[in-house]
């Protein structure tokens, strides 16, 4: 079932193509990023910590409710 462009313009959101209710104001779109192994296992291990996807982890961080605290050695 094709549903790309079936809601622009429109004020309600579409629902995830899996029929769960959106738990934002918009869907999710796929996206790519390139990082290496020893990166993707940290960041799944961190996403794991909180019972979270790597996807919701990177939302949530997005969103504010994530804060990055940068190591500093010297």
Do not use: C, H
Request: hydrophobic share 25%; charged share 35%; glycine share 6%.
């Amino acid at each position: 079932m094709e549903t790309r462009g079936k809601y622009k313009g429109r004020k309600e959101n579409p629902p995830n193509p899996d029929g769960r209710p959106l738990t934002y104001e918009e869907p999710k779109k796929r996206r790519n990023l390139s990082v290496t192994q020893a990166g993707w296992e940290e960041v799944q291990a961190i996403a794991e910590q909180y019972n979270l996807s790597v996807s919701e982890m990177l939302e949530r961080l997005a969103r504010g409710e994530f804060e990055l605290v940068r190591k500093v050695s010297y």
